[in-house]
Nanobody
Framework: QVQLVESGGGLVQPGGSLRLSCVASGSISTIRVMSWYRQAPGKEREYVAQ???????HYADSVKGRFTISRDNAKNTSYLQMSNLKPDDTAVYYCCAVSARNYWGQGTQVTVSS
């Protein structure tokens, strides 16, 4: 079992930045990939970014060049640095850990508005 807790969401103006954190606990040695997804009101959950255990990163086209995913293995934490935020980035952001199955956090709200 893996437990995930996200934090760092909030209200930010367009063009601003936020850093989301996801702390993993439990069977963390089994985690192969850490990823982030988001779900806007009335829309399906969509992929944002992922980072493998070896550090390979991949991003959705919609966030490429603006978001950076990273992980600190010593702290069992994944980060999502978000810059140049747009109103379309408004969503609940979820952390996901890929192990024998996918584990999800509870989500953190990000609102981009002036």
């Amino acid at each position: 079992q893996v437990q995930l807790v996200e934090s760092g969401g909030g209200l930010v103006q367009p063009g601003g930045s936020l850093r989301l954190s996801c702390v993993a606990s439990g069977s963390i040695s089994t985690i192969r990939v850490m990823s982030w997804y988001r779900q806007a009101p009335g829309k399906e959950r969509e992929y944002v970014a992922q980072i493998t255990a070896t550090g390979f990163r991949h991003y959705a086209d919609s966030v490429k060049g603006r978001f950076t995913i990273s992980r600190d293995n010593a702290k069992n934490t994944s980060y999502l640095q978000m810059s140049n935020l747009k109103p379309d980035d408004t969503a609940v952001y979820y952390c996901c850990a890929v192990s024998a199955r996918n584990y999800w956090g509870q989500g953190t709200q990000v609102t981009v508005s002036s």
